[in-house]
């Protein structure tokens, strides 16, 4: 009952965890992808890796751990375990039999490559002739932002539905449990999560967009490795230059229209042979975002007596508004919303957290808010957390009752027998009622049989 | 374990004056140590997406910030499996390396003539470095400096500009950052004790690492190993630290290093005392 069905958007580290070892083995064949790996990984970690770098034989253990001071021991352990669950290290010997860590030399290999060159080219080039529709950045941030709140708002089912969207993207959504078919012929409708998801910052969004999307990928014929790696070789190519598609196969071509619909690559016609990245696809490796540049403002008016004023007359940035607040008021380009204690509440019953309604006003918030160093209003910010903290102040246990005790010694000896045992969730001797928990329920019934028996 | 990643700013300045021990000693070694520092650059970059990148090569007549550069030059080819943008460094900085030093060569040629002892203007190129450290402050958490150069088997070298060393050292201590130096020696003479006493002050002075190492081949693992980690996590590793430094000043008078001296009550410059024998 307390569970919480919010949705997570899993990093990168964690995505590559939980695949098995045979397929890791594949991808860190691809230089790109160690890239993005050795990236993802804390700051020990990766000075841990580029010192064995170059190193080929096992390095024994007791090595390995008189490289850190003692205060950062825990750290230091920690970082080996990750090491050793992204299998970038593996346990091994040294000859004398002591234990010793090695690296996986399929990483260090593709890194070296990355790092140092002499390997094989990479599939993206740059074009090499000057583009007669240059694009320059601000024209690819507009655009990418535009095709991103195209399947935001096909997703909150607004204006023009289904325009521009291809049924594998539909599919993914759907996959995903972002939204659901509720019959068979209307539009898909928003889920709980689908919810949560709009409140998401966009790099997470495409984040977690493209993960479930790669989780789809084999079913469509595509193949993991070969597109992981692309992916990755296009999230460190440089913003604003033209990227030729000469060489590269169908599938890949395929899966390139795939990006392009979402708003990653930009490419004037299909067969223009050429691609610009937009920066939705830069900042998939970037450790912190650099937000879209687009000339867009915030739009969010906070006070603190709970109002929210919103300049806006886009449907989907009202209807995001009305998931946690009380719409008032709705004129042309602008409405207003309170927020009160039942409007959060039915916004954190479909599993929206506190966290991302304020980062959500903050993130949309009118530059004329950001005079204050917290941006909102503190009193709204504590509020809206002690609103969800309210929501934790009950502990759901199942349990059996038991009732109507004839007399009080009867209560008085269950009650002492189940509170031994361990089983009592709660009693009321006034009202002669206890609640025993299910575990417990048989050997406390028959203790009752066999005490009715005896007396 | 959520550590939020710090973007660095790493500003390294490489002695490019051909006179050094170490190229006369063997050609190829010179080479072994630029690539070196290419690797280093590269690594640093590779950390971080947001890590920035400055390389100042510092000669006997100018400095000159070789790494970035402001036009984007036409060459479009790239090492196979390279990351671009790492192809991009290293041909920048192979080609402007190249430049420098035959401008060097040339100048050097005419200082010979001139019966001048060339040096490197080491404490200008610092300089330029906290400057564009200055510059780049709002785009990153912390910022560092990193000097290489091989060492002359000279231990006074750099003296005459002693005061211009000890201004950009407080300089760095002020802004918070870190001055490293890595000093390549020629192997016949390591086993005497050369140090450069003023670098060795200034990387004391703003917490940084002072490094001396006569093993050109195993250069970029003692980078890699020492300099690369940002002042946060140096905290956490156990690395090497100075034994003793000399803070001999350098008198006013011959920019010598003195153990004893006249200071001046005002201006706290010293003076050479000169013991007449008689």
């Not at chain 1, 965890?17 to 993802?40: G, H, P, W």
């Not at chain 1, 080929?56 to 008189?66: D, G, K, L, R």
């Not at chain 1, 503190?378 to 309210?390: A, K, N």
């Not at chain 2, 790493?10 to 080479?31: F, H, Q």
Request: proline share 3%; hydrophobic share 40%.
């Amino acid at each position: 009952m307390n569970a919480k069905t919010s949705i997570r958007c899993q990093n990168f580290r964690e995505y590559l965890s939980q695949m098995n070892a045979l397929t890791l083995d594949k991808l860190y064949a691809e230089s790109a992808i160690c890239l993005a790996v050795f990236r993802e990984l804390p700051p020990l970690a990766k000075h841990y890796t580029s010192r064995l770098l170059f190193v080929e034989q096992p390095i024994p253990t007791a090595v390995i751990n008189s490289w850190v001071t003692q205060s950062a021991l825990k750290e230091h352990n920690e970082t080996i375990e990750m090491l050793k669950s992204l299998r970038i290290w593996s346990d091994a010997q040294v000859p004398g039999g002591l234990p010793a860590f090695l690296v996986n030399s399929t990483f260090r290999n593709s890194l070296k490559v990355a790092l140092l060159g002499g390997g094989d080219p990479w599939i993206i080039k740059q074009t090499k002739d000057k583009d007669k529709h240059e694009r320059d950045i601000t024209f690819l941030d507009n655009y990418a932002l535009e095709r991103w709140e195209c399947i935001l708002h096909f997703m909150v089912g607004s204006q023009n539905t289904g325009e521009g969207i291809s049924a594998d993207t539909i599919q993914t959504l759907v996959k995903a449990g972002l939204t659901r078919y509720e019959t068979k012929d209307t539009s898909p409708s928003l889920t709980a999560e689908g919810f949560q998801f709009l409140l998401m910052d966009t790099f997470s969004q495409v984040w977690y967009f493209v993960i479930q999307y790669l989780a789809n990928l084999e079913a469509k014929g595509l193949n993991l490795v070969e597109c992981l790696s692309f992916l990755f070789q296009l999230s460190f190519l440089t913003l604003g230059k033209s990227y030729s598609t000469e060489g590269m196969n169908d599938s890949l071509l395929a899966f390139l229209q795939n990006l392009r619909e979402l708003g990653l690559i930009y490419q004037r016609k299909r067969k223009d042979g050429r691609f610009y990245p937009t920066r939705l696809i830069i900042n998939l490796t970037k450790g912190h975002k650099e937000p879209l540049n687009v000339s867009k403002q915030g739009y969010i008016v906070v006070e603190t007596n709970y109002r929210v004023y919103a300049y806006t007359d886009s449907p989907l940035q009202i209807a995001l508004l009305a998931l946690f607040t009380e719409m008032q008021y709705r004129f042309p380009k602008f409405c207003l919303g309170i927020l009160t204690r039942d409007s959060v509440r039915q916004a954190f019953r479909s599993g929206i957290t506190a966290d991302q309604i304020t980062n959500f006003l903050k993130q949309h918030a009118h530059p004329s808010m950001s005079n204050t160093p917290t941006i909102l209003p503190p009193t709204v910010i504590d509020q809206i957390r002690l609103w969800e903290l309210e929501r934790d102040r009950f502990l759901f246990h199942e349990g059996i009752l038991y009732s109507q005790f004839l007399s009080q010694n009867d209560f008085e000896i269950l009650k002492t027998y189940a509170s031994d045992a361990g089983h009592l969730i709660w009693d009321n001797p006034a009202k002669r009622v206890m609640v025993v928990s299910p575990s417990g329920h048989d050997d406390v019934r028959r203790f009752w049989k066999r005490h009715k028996k005896e007396h | 374990m959520e550590t939020s990643e710090q973007s660095t700013h790493l500003v390294v300045v490489i002695d490019v004056l051909p006179t050094t021990a170490l190229l006369l000693d063997d050609g190829t070694l010179y080479e072994k140590w630029l690539n070196a520092i290419i690797a280093f650059c590269n690594s640093h970059l590779l950390l971080n997406a947001n890590n920035k990148l400055t390389v100042i090569a510092t000669g006997c007549e100018h400095n000159t910030i070789i790494y970035p550069v402001d036009r984007e030059e036409n060459g479009n080819e790239t090492i196979p499996g390279q990351y671009p943008l790492f192809s991009t460094v290293t041909r920048v900085i192979c080609s402007q390396i190249k430049q420098l030093v035959s401008k060097a060569r040339y100048s050097l040629e005419k200082a010979e003539r001139a019966e001048d002892i060339p040096q490197s203007l080491m404490a200008g190129a610092i300089g330029i470095g906290l400057l564009k450290i200055n510059r780049l402050k709002s785009e990153v958490d912390s910022s560092r400096v990193a000097i290489v150069t091989a060492c002359n088997d000279n231990s006074t070298l750099f003296n005459s500009q002693y005061m211009n060393f000890m201004n950009v050292f407080f300089t760095a201590q002020k802004m918070n950052v870190v001055v490293d130096a890595c000093i390549a020696v020629s192997n016949n003479n390591y086993e005497q004790d050369i140090n450069l006493s003023i670098l060795q002050q200034g990387c004391d002075l703003t917490n940084g690492l002072y490094l001396k190492i006569s093993n050109v081949s195993a250069f970029l693992e003692y980078l890699l190993w020492t300099l690369l980690p940002d002042a946060e996590t140096r905290k956490k590793l156990l690395l090497p630290t100075q034994k003793k430094i000399s803070y001999k000043a350098a008198c006013f008078c011959h920019r010598n290093l003195i153990d004893i001296g006249y200071v001046c009550s005002v201006c706290l410059s010293s003076e050479l005392i000169t013991t007449k024998t008689q």
